[in-house]
DNA sequence: CCTGTTTATCGTCAGGAAGACGACTATGAT
DNA sequence: ATCATAGTCGTCTTCCTGACGATAAACAGG
């Protein structure tokens, strides 16, 4: 294959992020309002076209900066207070998938902990934290506004479903759930975030002596705190672990 | 983002392909010997630029069929004989991966029984199954026959080498490990995948009553073959399971 | 102050799965 | 006949999990 530019045809390249977070006992997504035609009006996944110079990741962790404020967590880095886990999802390129032209999207999957101030970008009423379960529903599904949230855009349901399924495959096998936790955090804190991300319940015995009884998952920090009301809890940060062995189980039925 | 083409800059589309094989104890990988430059004279994944009409996955299997004349298989269509998984492994689009463009590439991961006649494509020379610890190897690595075969061209190193790791944490979890089989196998072929593609050695007698003990995951076809010399092993076939649960766990050390 | 409620944490017990490994079986090679 | 090679069946111990009782430390309300 020589160098040849019209031996091939011209693509456009975006990211589509999927940004996962809990939020009061539900695992909520990441959407923003179309302003324009196709789709206009319908809701979407965040994302936008990479630049000439630019790597995929750079692409994605911009486009996350743009629309949260997250940073993407760089492991090399400094630990931030508003650092996400960031990693790359799957591509979609069918040809019909955007009906102006022929896009590539490169979709990258972000976890982040609720955030404090959730004021996701400027414009309050374009960008909004949502339920999966709602985004997803089959049939047309209403946020807690009444406002329809769903069908979302383009395959952005198709996406939003792949890095739903990651997330929750990849929470049983790595510590990868601490990414949905603040810095400090509860053992019961944790249990909701697993318990939120599978949509079971989880005995919380079972749960406090298996990852307390896994090395290198949590490290205490030595305070204590009531959040939830109840017996103060010991606070953990992540430890530096990154694979559970032996995995948590999920739950089957 | 309005619809402007000068909005966005144009790229170049490929699928490149890790295709594995177990050969002689041994996990191989499909490359290509380049005929240009970049790269001239060095082995590569093989690949090839997606078409205006095509989608990612039917881009891939097109450029399976024309390196290998395997066919990506298809869980609603017949059995086949020569047939292949094939998967979507990840997407690379470091602005300097190719000197010559702006080139994004969407990796495919395919894996492939040990083909009976190992004739992949026309030109012999130009194409051939090498050890992936060969083509991997840091240092300067060398085939059987004294060529040299690293270090790969592009980024393909680091691609092959994503797609092995892809593959040995798959087998764990799923019943992949059959599509490195013929349609008919014994448990002793299947454990030597395992041991192949892990690079470990596994106990005959736990292996045989773990897979053996898992519903859906191999089902006998009734016949005994003698295949490696002692006792006539049964034949199975691959079951309708794709989960493996509880996963084949992988030795660790 | 006392009691009930909530959450956290520790302990116990039975069942299942896996690693280590002995024993037996059915072929081909010498 | 004997040995080597692979396949198959069992046993035993250990570890992990799920189920669940019990205790601890906070708060709310009478």
Not at 103 to 109: Q, Y
Not at 200 to 228: C, E, S, W, Y
Request: glycine share 10%; charged share 25%.
């Amino acid at each position: 294959m020589p160098y040849d530019p019209s031996a091939f045809p011209p693509f456009a390249v975006t990211v589509d992020l999927v940004v996962l977070t809990v939020r009061r006992h539900a695992l909520c997504a990441l959407a923003v309002r179309r302003g324009e035609p196709p789709y206009q009006g319908r809701w979407a996944l965040p994302g936008g076209f990479v630049r000439g110079d630019e790597d995929l990741t750079t692409a994605a962790a911009r486009e996350l900066a743009e629309e949260t404020g997250l940073h993407a967590h760089d492991p090399a880095g400094p630990v931030l207070a508003n650092a996400a886990h960031l990693e790359q999802l799957a591509t979609y390129g069918d040809p019909k998938r955007d009906p102006r032209m022929r896009v590539v999207s490169v979709a990258h999957l972000a976890l982040a902990p609720d955030l404090p101030a959730p004021r996701p970008g400027g414009d309050a009423r374009s960008v909004r934290w949502a339920p999966v379960e709602d985004l997803l529903d089959q049939e047309v599904g209403y946020g807690r506004d009444g406002e329809q949230v769903t069908p979302l855009a383009f395959d952005h349901a198709q996406i939003l479903a792949d890095g739903v399924e990651r997330a929750r495959s990849k929470i049983e096998y790595s510590s990868l759930a601490t990414a949905f936790c603040p810095q400090e955090f509860t053992v019961g804190e944790l249990r909701r975030v697993y318990e939120a991300v599978w949509g079971v319940a989880l005995d919380p015995r079972n749960f406090h002596r298996k990852v307390t009884g896994t090395p290198g998952f949590l490290v205490p920090t030595g305070g204590t705190t009531t959040r939830q009301g109840g017996r103060p809890a010991q606070l953990f940060r992540a430890g530096g672990a990154t694979l559970l062995n032996p995995p948590m189980l999920r739950p089957e039925a």
